[in-house]
């Protein structure tokens, strides 16, 4: 790859912080797991020859997945508890809330923007957590993340609330407690 | 196991060819290919008494009848493409080991001669497929496999040649595919026998007028014939030597015989006034392509080239003699694919071997190897005798059924028989050139090459192979004059 | 017949989205609907598999986001290092 | 009773979410530059699928096409963002600005 | 109500091939392709033809724009602007489209069940695939068994396409590779993402090759899906990672393989001494022998499509890192 | 079913005519490409377009329509396997217009020629 313009060759984001490795084996069950009851769930038809087609298919899955070394290095961003699911809701407040907002922008007559690029600080420097903190932001229409490294968010907002919301940091607060007790 | 031969005849080297891929050793997927060809060729001769006289063999796919599953049809029409076919790629095989070896690198070697067996199959499965949409996948493996062929070699210039190959090769196959869209909507079916027989109760014949229109067309780019032969004379001059032997024997006469067996079978007999349009439209163009061709022939100077216009003109003499709509017209068209393929094989073949040590494909870098290597400038006149159509020749044979099928119209004869002569006396010419720069100017004196033993040895064979099927030719006669019947039984 | 409106909003910003390809003005734009095109189109066939009344056919919108999905990276990918550098979009 | 209630509420999920959707599509021509436009088609990725699929799942009802439901609105929900992301961030480095861009740091 | 749909449908359909050999820059037209192809697939889907759907999806959509963008990348994007045949163009395109406007103006109108295409041949097929193939998706059974040998060709055709590439582009090996490609290793968040979702489209391709008896599905798109997810993993860690995974080598058996599975399969039946490709023979139960052989010749699709499409994306990759 | 009739006629034509303007017409190769699948979806297009029963549904079994009317199968068959041909044709032709790319420098039709003249 050439040197990115605009910005020093940066080394690949690595995972200085990632402090609680779950072992391979538990990974690797706790996925196979959750493709079983995917296949369970996507096919429906459970005559003996499909259901052993399909753990086949989660073994030919799996095995790729480790020669892929998803599981030995870095985060396998696989991480499932209660507080997600009101993390979702929260998230879906918030969408509505803003979709209204860039709604109304869109149908005024005169267009009322008011574009900014700001930056915020993860709180945390765990990978899962930016992403997790980078795609809420563009999921919520009138924010937009441009770039993430470093711990820093690059994010670029239609409107002043949007990034005043921003800059309160509830997001990134909400979004830091989510790991804890996964 | 008798029985099973129509089918082994494509499978085995459609199915060698994946096992060729993962052979390393450049050699031995030579042999390998070369075993699987020459097998695919016995199943060939091995064919001729089964699908002897007017009797068919039919062979359904998976145990489904026609019109339901596709059936294979053998009957004396293919046979004698199947003939050509395996025994060009056998014949080319066996020769030529060295000019590969010369012309393409040695490590992609078995890549190379996967798309051989791919482009083996691909013909012979187009020959014995008796269903108009599986014509339509083989074609398309054999056109793709020869472009991988043709753009093989060390020429740049094969480059933009194949590609102008390819995309008039998809062309004309999607055309071809459109006149078969055309007709299942008229007729609900894609087997060409179930097609003719429901053909009579379609009340609207205009869609199948044009479905006749574009399946000619599509396979008239595909076979080259004259306003549409703009890719071939470039493909063949640049592509591997080899390759120009397989394939001027071979991949243009497959066109036209997917033409005439579709034509016959399906429109002749069923749409009215067929027989004058196909006369109207072919004749003017294989005379133009005649005369193109040989004019194009004489003018030229690279050694290759020359005979690939030549081509262009011999495709028209077969399309003339098919165009006559009569027994014997048909009966010489196929029997000059037959020596046409023989002639222009040898030609190609022993073109290679001299190139081996001509430094360039220019006429003068020839100059004087008729003289170093006289066994090769044998066959080589051997050949061009046959391709002008000198007595005694299988060339010659051909021609002068050509001629008397002529003299049998009512009209015009006097014309097609103006144009035939001509072309012959121009042949004259051009090969002479050539043969005049092979044998008259002194052979250079540096970098002798000793042409490979083996080589020359098939290829004089298969320059007396002229002679001997113009001295005897039962086999290849018999084999024409009952697919001729076969051609003009359909109606009847 | 609500999924009849529903198919016929999404199928009118298709057409927007069709616009905002063929505008452009910059590839980036382009990028943009695209995506916003596959994604549409995945809607529409989730929508349409309820409106013909085979929603056994979702197995299609699934694969269509997966494909979209990797669409767009390629691009992405491919086209890193040749966008042009500097573009100043004229205002629409 | 009930099932007259589901109606209702899966048929206002639908027309909703047909509203956004097409004031995204309206957003994405009407705006100025790239980096705005991507927030309008945002609404089309994120909302939109959340009520249309939404408004599908009551009426598929509990069955197996409502998981394939719920995994085709996960997909969206975690590819969309993601290829917006990766789009705005390659438009950022090869030095697409903003317009009106004012950098405030905090 | 359908038809309102496909109406607009294919205007934009339209629209978007006008605007695609209108535009002088590759880049766009490519994009715009891929457009094309979502609004045929739905067409088509429309039209009742769910499988066709998503082989254009896959392959159109997906593989195609993916393989012209590779090609892309090594080329000017800028078409030269001139237009010297313009008129002989115009001319031969006018005559072919009036031959078949003429030829097809009367044809059997558009669904007529009445029409010629939908005698004999089709119902046939929809009853005998009951009763002797007994599986929901009738067109894997003509597929898989009563036109087995197309699909038998169709395999090769894409095997011929493979081995030409790699022929004229050169087989990728981690040797001969001058630059080191990191894909997108940069950016965290597809990073990420792609991890949790290769798993997933992994599976789901597997998914597709195996319930295309029962839905739309089969071994082709099932390679094709695969592959992408493949290609997903090679953008996202670079072509190095993704050889690692899955090296030239293992591609070029899995291709191999699986033509010698289809035609395997045909072969056991002559050996039973049945017809090429009668699966019947496979077991004591004809129609079990018949379910049998359509899912060993889907795996065979499968294996070769996986593997020639992984083998064209990096072939074209690793041309522009080679030089 | 008149209209649609009517409009997936001429749509067909209307790509067809398209697609074989550009591959004669245009000079760029991979612009031809282009133009040649454009050419080749038509055709599609008008397969699925006979394929196409009034009240008919997707010929697969299911007992979520009462419908026992199937669209016919075979079109749609044949269409699934030219696609793949189509998409194999596509690959081939990339593949040679980046080995002309390298060895001539353009992609431009016209340049190749000339320069093949100079050589």
């Known amino acids: 790859m050439p040197p990115l313009p605009d910005a020093q060759p940066r080394p690949e984001p690595t995972l200085a912080m990632n402090f609680e490795r779950t072992p391979t084996l538990a990974r690797t069950v706790s996925l196979s797991l959750l493709l079983a009851a995917t296949w369970l769930v996507w096919s429906g038809l459970y005559k003996p020859l499909l259901l052993a087609l399909g753990a086949f298919s989660c073994a030919i899955t799996i095995m790729l997945i480790r020669r892929m070394r998803f599981f030995d290095e870095e985060t396998y961003p696989l991480h499932f508890s209660w507080r997600l699911v009101r993390f979702w809701l929260w998230l879906g407040k918030e969408i509505w809330s803003s979709s209204i907002e860039v709604a109304r922008v869109v149908l005024h007559p005169n267009l009322p923007i008011s574009p900014r690029t700001i930056t915020i600080e993860s709180p945390s420097r765990h990978n899962f957590d930016q992403v997790m903190l980078g795609n809420s932001i563009t999921l919520t229409p009138g924010t937009l993340t441009l770039d993430v490294y470093d711990g820093k968010l690059k994010v670029h907002t239609l409107t002043d609330e949007g990034a005043k919301a921003l800059l309160s940091g509830e997001m990134a607060s909400k979004v830091t407690t989510l790991r804890r007790s996964s | 196991m008798l029985s099973h031969l129509p089918i082994l005849q494509i499978v085995v080297p459609m199915l060698m060819a994946p096992f060729v891929l993962l052979i390393q050793p450049a050699r031995l997927a030579w042999a390998l290919t070369l075993a699987t060809s020459t097998l695919a060729f016995a199943i060939a001769i091995n064919l001729i008494p089964l699908a002897a006289g007017d009797s068919a063999m039919i062979y359904p796919i998976g145990g489904w009848d026609a019109p339901y599953g596709i059936e294979l049809k053998v009957d004396s029409l293919s046979v004698l493409f199947l003939l050509i076919i395996s025994g060009a790629s056998t014949f080319v095989l066996l020769a030529g080991y060295q000019s590969l070896g010369s012309e393409i690198h040695e490590a992609k070697l078995n890549w190379f001669f996967g798309a051989w067996l791919l482009a083996l199959a691909g013909l012979l499965g187009i020959v014995v497929s008796a269903d108009a949409f599986n014509i339509f996948v083989f074609m398309e493996i054999a056109s793709l496999a020869s472009y991988i062929l043709i753009a093989g070699g060390p020429n740049r210039q094969a480059l933009p040649a194949v590609f102008k190959y390819l995309i008039m090769g998809t062309i004309g196959a999607t055309f071809y595919l459109i006149g078969v869209g055309l007709i299942y909507i008229m007729t609900g079916t894609l087997n060409i026998s ?56 071979c991949s243009t006469k497959i066109a036209i015989y997917v033409l005439l067996r579709i034509d016959f079978a399906l429109f002749q007999s069923n749409l009215t006034g067929h027989l004058l349009q196909f006369k109207v439209f072919l004749i003017p163009l294989a005379c133009m392509a005649i005369l193109a061709g040989a004019y194009m022939a004489m003018r030229d100077s690279l050694a290759k080239k020359i005979f690939a216009w030549s081509s262009v003109g011999q495709v028209g003499y077969i399309i003339l003699g098919a165009a006559l709509v009569s027994h014997s017209g048909l009966t010489a068209a196929l029997l000059h694919s037959f020596s046409h393929a023989l002639a222009k094989g040898t030609m190609f073949i022993g073109i290679g071997l001299l190139a081996l040590q001509a430094k360039s494909g220019e006429l003068s870098s020839f100059a004087g190897l008729g003289r170093r290597h006289p066994l090769a400038a044998i066959a080589i006149t051997i050949a061009g005798l046959s391709l002008v159509g000198i007595p005694g020749t299988a060339g010659f044979l051909s021609k002068w059924l050509l001629i008397q099928a002529i003299l049998e119209l009512p009209t015009g004869a006097v014309a097609l028989l103006v144009v035939v002569l001509l072309s012959s006396l121009m042949s004259v010419v051009y090969l002479a050139r050539f043969l005049e720069t092979l044998f008259f100017p002194p052979a250079p004196a540096e970098g002798k090459v000793t042409l490979p033993l083996g080589a020359t040895a098939i290829l004089l064979a298969i320059a007396f192979a002229s002679i001997y099927f113009g001295l005897a030719p039962t086999l290849p006669m018999e084999l024409a004059t009952q697919a001729a019947d076969n051609l003009l039984g359909y109606g009847a | 017949m609500i999924f009849v409106v529903v198919a016929a909003a999404i199928a009118v910003t298709m057409a927007l989205a069709l616009a905002r390809a063929i505008l452009g003005p910059s590839h980036y734009d382009r990028i943009l609907a695209v995506n916003m095109f596959g994604t549409k189109t995945v809607l529409l066939l989730a929508v349409m598999a309820f409106m013909m009344g085979r929603p056994d056919f979702l197995d299609l919108a699934l694969a269509y986001a997966l494909i979209n999905f990797i669409g767009i990276l390629a691009v992405l990918e491919f086209f890193r290092d040749k966008a042009p550098k500097v573009e100043r979009p004229k205002d629409v | 009773m009930f099932e007259l209630i589901v109606q209702i509420l899966s048929w206002v999920l639908l027309i909703t979410g047909s509203a956004f959707v097409v004031i995204g599509g309206i957003g994405a021509l009407r705006m100025p530059d790239l980096y705005t436009r991507m927030h309008a088609a945002s609404v089309t990725d994120s909302l939109a699928p959340i009520l249309i699929i939404g408004g599908l799942l009551l009426q598929a009802g509990f069955t197996l096409f409502s998981v394939k439901l719920i995994a085709i609105l996960l997909f969206l929900l975690l590819s969309g963002p993601t290829a917006s992301n990766a789009l705005a961030s390659a438009a950022l480095l090869s030095g697409y600005r903003a317009q009106h861009s004012e950098e405030d740091k905090t | 109500m359908t038809e309102i749909f496909s109406v607009f449908l294919l205007i934009l359909l339209v629209i978007t091939a006008g605007a695609a050999i209108r535009t002088t820059n590759l880049f766009v037209a490519v994009m715009l392709m891929g457009i094309f192809s979502l609004l045929i697939a739905i067409n088509f889907f429309l039209l009742d033809a769910a499988d066709v759907a998503l082989t254009e999806a896959a392959v159109g959509a997906g593989i195609s724009t993916v393989l012209f ?198 072969v056991i039946g002559i050996l039973n001494g049945a017809n090429f490709l009668d699966y019947s023979v496979l077991s004591s139960d004809p129609v079990a022998g018949q379910q049998i052989g359509i899912i060993l010749i889907e795996a065979g699709v499968g294996f070769t499509v996986t593997g020639v499409l992984l083998s064209i994306f990096h072939a074209f990759v690793a041309r522009g890192r080679t030089q | 079913m008149i209209v649609l009739d009517l409009f997936h006629y001429w749509t067909f034509i209307a790509l067809l005519m398209m697609g074989f303007y550009t591959v004669i017409a245009k000079n760029n190769l991979v612009k031809r490409l282009l133009g040649l699948s454009l050419f080749q979806s038509a055709v599609f297009l008008l397969f699925i377009g006979i394929a196409k029963v009034e009240g008919g549904t997707t010929p697969i079994f299911t007992n979520l329509v009462d419908t026992q009317v199937f669209s016919n199968p075979l079109p749609q068959v044949l269409i699934l396997t030219a696609i793949v041909v189509g998409i194999s044709t596509s690959a081939l032709g990339l593949a040679i217009i980046l080995r002309i790319k390298e060895a001539y420098g353009t992609i431009e039709e016209d340049e190749i020629q000339s320069e093949e003249e100079e050589a």
């Open chain 2, 194 to 249: 179930d097609i003719a027989t429901k053909l009579p109760s379609v009340v609207d014949q205009t869609p199948i007028l044009v479905a006749a229109g574009f399946i000619s067309i599509g396979l008239a780019l595909k076979a080259a014939i004259f306003p549409m032969h703009a890719w071939l004379p470039n493909t063949y001059s640049f592509a591997p030597n080899m390759v120009t032997a397989f394939l001027a024997a």
């Open chain 5, 69 to 266: 963008l590779g090609a892309l990348a090594f080329m000017n994007e800028q078409e030269r602007e001139q237009a010297p045949k313009r008129l002989a163009g115009l001319i031969s395109v006018s005559i072919t489209a009036l031959i078949i406007a003429y030829a097809t103006f009367d044809k059997p109108a558009f669904g007529d069940p009445n029409a010629p295409a939908h005698q004999d041949l089709a119902p046939w097929f929809l009853e005998t695939t009951q009763s002797a193939v007994d599986i929901p998706n009738v067109i894997t059974a003509i597929l898989g068994s009563f036109r087995g040998y197309d699909t038998l060709g169709e395999v090769f055709v894409v095997l011929t396409a493979a081995i030409g590439v790699l022929f004229l582009l050169d087989t990728p090996s981690a040797g001969n590779m001058l630059k080191r490609d990191e894909g997108l290793r940069h950016y965290l968040i597809p990073r990420m993402v792609g991890r949790l979702l290769i798993p997933f489209i992994l599976l789901f391709g597997l998914y597709i090759q195996f319930h295309g008896e029962y839905g739309p599905g089969g071994g082709f798109q099932a390679g094709a899906l695969v592959a992408a997810s493949m290609i997903l993993y090679a953008l996202l860690e670079g072509q190095d990672r993704a050889l690692e995974v899955l090296p030239q080598r293992v591609l070029t058996f899995l291709m191999a393989f699986g033509a010698l599975l289809f035609g395997g399969v045909g």
